[in-house]
Nanobody, 122 residues
Framework: VQLQASGGGSVQPGGSLTLSCDWP????????IGWFRQSPGKEREGVGC????????VYGDSVKGRFIISRDDAAKTVYLRMSALKPEDTAGYYC????????????????WGQGTQVTVSS
């Protein structure tokens, strides 16, 4: 299964950006989708995860109130809406799929997409 993350770019502090994660040609019924980010020299950080069934979302503490994750199963796409962006949000952002419960830990995820770079700078 190949997930594809897209939508990254450069934005000024306080700005907004929406990332997309899709999996065209594959079926991920029952899989929960997580977003992670990683910048050079730092460990991969869990941004959030959305359940496949009830669409409930868990967020990492550093993005609560600023980021929103949503899911469109018909379009096989999960979105990460980022607002009030800060320079410390600069990172490569990755999406991943897990057959089990949502978690902000990276190891249990089964499938990963390539990253999309987000740079927040004035």
């Amino acid at each position: 299964v190949q997930l594809q993350a897209s939508g990254g770019g450069s934005v000024q502090p306080g700005g907004s950006l929406t990332l997309s994660c899709d999996w065209p040609g594959f079926t991920l019924i029952g899989y929960n989708i997580g977003w992670f980010r990683q910048s050079p020299g730092k460990e991969r950080e869990g941004v959030g995860c959305i359940n496949s069934g009830d669409k409930r979302v868990v967020y990492g503490d550093s993005v609560k109130g600023r980021f929103i994750i949503s899911r469109d199963d018909a379009a096989k796409t999960v979105y990460l809406r980022m607002s009030a962006l800060k320079p410390e949000d600069t990172a490569g952002y990755y999406c991943a799929a897990i057959p089990g419960p949502c978690t902000l830990l990276a190891d249990p995820y089964q499938y990963w997409g390539q990253g999309t770079q987000v740079t927040v700078s004035s």
